[in-house]
């Protein structure tokens, strides 16, 4: 190889400083970006560290089985256990049909103007915060009628239903046309092809869409705020009175001084994240599942 | 393409008619659920958490002697109010009675006092050696933000024999509409012209320092883990979480505590009758209530609409709340009403009628 | 395929009558009520949110927004003090959440193994999966008290000098607000940041690896540059979630409505006002007031969703083109 002034630079047994320092510049990003990710990797760690470290003690039997106490008493969480399941159930109902409904519209009927104009709707609605829908609802069906389960979970619902219908829509667009057209060429009517052939291959990732949108709303305190929180200290299934909700309970306890009720907040948002994990485990079950069916089709 | 037309339009037609039909069956649940609503023998209340440990007490109690099961959430007087004026519950608990707007819009509710007690002044002052002594015009002054730090001039002339530190005094408040807040600036407007003429009184104030807090509970917590903090609350949330709490002194030269004493000493000099709620003002009591009496002490109340389909419930609860309810109150620093107050409460429960 | 001959029996025609088919009728029509449904409630919401604003926005007009006022005693009220609340908050979250996010976005997909890459992937969702409530929880019990001892009077002592970091140390303020929001909204930017550089063409990146350039400088020159409106668009949806973030702010943030001068103190911010004070609010101006700030805050969450999108829909749109 002939000298020359500045070495060639795809030579790599001459080390040039330009080289040199662009190396260490990558290295000190590298390093940068592993720090990051295990600054994120450390904050889980620690809230969920503290979580376990107050609130397990909390977890005896007492605590699921006793309602929230009055002043200055003991109890636990039952009441808010069996409110938040009964209102994230009715939010449900409320909003999956309507989500898978509206998404089958858009990807089965709609001309594509339509179509996008829908998904304009259903990005805005996503974007509304929280709390303007508790007041939403608040403004347009508590005031005269006093707070109910009821209320409480159509706000939830006016939350899930954008999550679901673009989750919806989007594997409804990934499930290919040759299955709708095989159907249809074989005479089957449209509503169903849509009923029988093309919902059901696209039930994993609808079924992903709708366990992310109940993992996130069963947390949402805002909406439950104005809503569906005066209740009583028992446990009640009176879906037309306000039950207590797990988010609320631990927002009153959060800014308790006693810290009985302190540790109680912490046991209450353990139990609360392990439905969330537990959710989120079982969206990844069936985002696999979908993935497994997709492929084999 | 004339024929998808056709249909497009027919799909159409039969979709409003599904809208109409369900929008039509969500307003009939509306008042189904309405109707349907808890049977008779409950009632539902929301408001002052000054009140809150008391009717914590009452509520198993009037379910065994009455058999009405009231549900009661603590989420500050303002609230209260706001809501029994929406009719979203049948009764709102309240530290501050309505002012004149407030009456209106609530369209024909009755004020009636149910509970008297005082507030007390906690705060975070770790290693003083005794209780901290204030006055109504260095209380002003703190929350004014003329006074910065415990170790203060003014402070220290009330209190030569304590050991206050170098520490900056954080004023904690209710963020939320508070019936204490109402009777906090209502005292300090009292003893301060400046807190009158820059802040006044109300259930929410423009307070010039400090942090705000939810709920009786959120401001003993903050004092609970801040050092230096200083709030105002019901007796009862500084007794139960241990809160060291100041003595306040009244137009006597007294410096007196917010305990049983203390408030019956500051209702002493009430009128023999009440005919209004207006005589119920009992903060910065004159020099003839004597050396003992609290001069942050307020009566606080259940606001009812005078006519509604619980009223038979609302009478009965509010009767023994304000007889048999009242032997709770001494364990929590609440002071069993004065007769001169149960004749007036007497007289305006009458005015609760039935739809 | 067998010679045997297969007689295809159609299925029942369903009521065939001249094209109209009563079950895709009935159908259609329900998925179409759906998305009307959908449409009126959006507008709706809107309608109700600005109804109830209107009383205030009579009285105070569009000089509300840059009033900085709140005092329900004297019935004098404004946006400022909120809006400076929540605009503050969201930038401190997001100047410090986007390079962490893209960092964590790089090392998911350049840098960890694939056996590394999986559980921390995991980890970073879960982030986003704690409530709000939670994150306040631990923010007022924990967070706060830590950035109150350890945290504000080192950032005092190293940048003092400054009127934000100037103040006394407090465990609720703009500060901690601002932190809180930085981990809710760390995990939804990492997550688009993530999908956006594994779609990167891997030529793109092979032709700048071939050229010589380090491995960080084909990310920075190529996937960066390729990425760019997609990270815009992360960005842009971050700001928007901690827009809208009302509980946690409000259990950290100090509720005290003014500006502060140091990012230190308590302050205020829209969604955290709406949380404190709506169900209380005792006068119908201080009601409608509160719905004002709600219309603020709609429109502000709007605007940072709408630019997402429409940077998406641009930036794809010319790239398709080239």
Redo the contacts between chains.
């Keep these: 190889m002939s000298e020359v002034a500045s070495p060639d ?2 030579d790599l047994t001459v080390r040039s400083n330009g080289l040199r320092r ?2 260490v ?2 290295k000190i ?2 390093a ?6 295990l ?3 450390g ?2 760690a620690l ?1 969920l560290g ?2 376990v470290f107050k609130g397990a003690s909390q977890l005896n039997l007492d605590f699921f089985t006793k309602a929230r106490p ?4 003991k109890g636990g969480i039952a009441d808010a256990l069996v409110g938040s399941a009964i209102i994230v159930g009715m939010a449900m109902l409320m909003a999956i ?3 898978v ?2 998404a ?3 990807s ?3 001309g594509p103007k339509v179509s996008r104009a ?1 998904r ?14 508790g ?2 609802v ?11 389960a ?1 209320f409480g979970a159509f706000a939830l619902a ?1 939350l899930m ?2 999550m679901v ?1 673009r989750a919806t829509q989007e594997i409804l667009e990934v499930v290919p046309q040759s299955l709708r057209h095989a159907s249809l060429a ?7 092809t ?2 029988n052939v093309v919902l059901p291959a696209a039930i994993g990732g609808i079924l992903t869409g709708v366990v992310i949108a109940v ?1 996130r709303v ?5 909406p439950l ?2 809503t569906t ?5 028992a446990i009640s299934v ?1 879906i ?3 039950l207590p909700t797990l ?1 609320v309970t ?3 306890f ?5 810290p009985g ?2 540790a109680d ?2 046991a209450a ?1 353990l139990v ?2 392990g439905f ?2 537990v ?2 485990v079982l969206a990844k079950y069936f985002a696999g599942r979908k993935r497994r069916q997709l492929e084999g089709s | 393409m004339g024929e998808r037309g056709s249909t497009m339009k027919r799909a159409l037609a039969l979709a409003f008619a599904v809208v109409v039909v369900v929008a039509v069956a969500i307003f009939a649940g509306r008042t189904q659920s309405a109707a349907a609503k808890p049977g008779a023998g409950s009632i539902v209340g929301t408001g002052s958490t000054f009140v809150f440990p008391l009717v914590s007490k009452w509520i198993p109690a009037v379910d065994n002697a009455l058999g009405i099961k009231v549900t009661y959430t603590g989420t500050g007087s303002g609230t209260g109010i706001a809501q029994v004026t929406a009719r979203s519950v049948d009764f709102g608990a309240s530290d501050a009675p309505l002012s004149t707007d407030q009456a209106a819009a609530c369209k024909g509710c009755v004020v009636i006092p149910w509970g008297l007690a005082g507030m007390s002044i906690p705060y975070n002052l770790p290693g003083v050696n005794g209780r901290l002594r204030l006055s109504g015009p260095v209380l002003a002054n703190i929350y004014l933000g003329n006074i910065t730090n415990w170790n203060a001039a003014a402070i220290k002339k009330l209190n030569p024999k304590l050991n206050l530190p170098d520490k900056k005094i954080t004023v904690v408040y209710r963020a939320d509409s508070s019936g204490s807040t109402y009777a906090v600036t209502g005292y300090l407007s009292e003893v301060s012209p400046q807190w009158k003429s820059k802040v006044g009184q109300g259930t929410t104030v423009n307070f010039p320092v400090g942090t705000g807090a939810r709920g009786s509970s959120g401001v003993a917590g903050v004092v609970k883990s801040t050092e230096g903090a200083l709030t105002y609350v019901d007796a009862a949330y500084s007794i139960t979480n241990h809160l060291q709490f100041a003595t306040i002194q009244n137009r006597a030269g007294g410096f007196a505590t917010p305990g049983v004493r203390g408030v019956s000493a500051a209702v002493s000099t009430l009128p023999k009758k009440i005919t209004n709620i207006s005589q119920l003002k009992i903060v910065d009591p004159p020099k003839s209530a004597g050396k003992r009496a609290y001069p942050i002490s307020t009566f606080t109340y259940v606001i009812v609409p005078t006519s509604s389909s619980k009223a038979g419930d609302m009478r009965k609860f509010i009767y023994w709340a304000v007889t048999q309810g009242q032997k709770y109150g001494p364990p929590l620093f609440f002071v069993p009403l004065p007769g001169s107050v149960k004749g007036f409460v007497y007289r305006e429960i009458k005015t609760i009628q039935g739809t | 395929m067998t010679t045997t001959t297969y007689e295809p029996t159609a299925p029942e025609p369903e009521l065939r009558r001249r094209g109209v088919r009563v079950g895709d009728l009935l159908f259609r029509g329900v998925a179409v009520a759906a998305a009307l449904a959908a449409t009126v409630l959006l507008g709706l919401i809107a309608w109700k949110v600005f109804d109830l604003a209107r009383p205030a926005f009579q009285d105070f007009g569009l000089s509300f927004v840059w009033t900085e006022a709140w005092n329900p005693v004297t019935n004098d009220y404004g946006a400022l003090i909120f809006i400076y609340g929540t605009v503050v908050t969201s930038l401190i979250a997001l100047v410090l959440a986007t390079p962490l996010s893209i960092a964590i976005a790089l090392f998911l997909t350049e840098m960890a193994p694939r056996r590394v890459a999986g559980p921390i992937a995991t980890m970073v969702e879960l982030l986003a999966a704690i409530p709000s409530v939670v994150l306040g929880l631990w923010g007022i019990l924990v967070f706060g008290p830590w950035v109150r001892d350890h945290l504000e009077p080192w950032l005092k002592d190293v940048l003092g000098f400054l009127p934000m970091f100037s103040g006394d140390p407090s465990q609720a303020g703009i500060l901690p607000a601002a932190l809180v929001l930085t981990i809710m909204i760390i995990p939804i930017t990492s997550a688009i940041c993530r999908e956006l550089l594994i779609r990167v063409p891997r030529d793109l990146i092979d032709g700048s690896l071939a050229l010589g350039s380090t491995r960080w400088e084909a990310i920075r020159g190529v996937m960066f540059a390729y990425a760019a409106p997609g990270i815009a668009a992360a960005v842009l949806l971050g700001l928007g979630r901690a827009f809208g973030e009302a509980i946690a702010v409000n259990q950290t943030i100090g509720n005290h409505s003014v500006i502060p001068s140091s990012w230190f103190a308590p302050g205020d911010s829209l969604g955290s006002k709406i949380a404190s004070s709506y169900a209380g609010a005792t006068s119908n101006l201080e009601a409608s007031s509160l719905l004002y700030l709600a219309a603020i805050l709609m429109v502000i969450s709007l605007f940072a969703n709408v630019s997402a999108q429409f940077i998406v829909v641009r930036f794809e749109r010319a790239r398709r083109g080239l």
């Design positions: 630079p795809r662009r190396r510049v990558e990003f590298g940068v970006a592993i720090l990051s990710a600054l994120a990797c904050i889980l809230v503290t979580l009055l002043f200055g008493e049909p309507v989500a409904l509206v089958i519209y858009m089965e009927y709609a829908l304009i709707v259903l990005d805005v609605l996503n974007g509304v915060p929280a709390i303007v829908v007041i939403f608040f403004g347009l069906l508590v005031v005269g009628h006093g707070q109910s009821v006016i239903l954008p219908a074989l005479g089957v009517t449209k509503w169903r849509t009923w993992a069963a947390g949402e305190t805002a705020l104005f929180s005066i209740a009583a200290n009176n037309h009175q306000a988010p631990i927002f009153s959060s800014e308790s001084p006693d009720e302190q907040a912490w948002a609360l994240i969330v994990l959710m989120n």
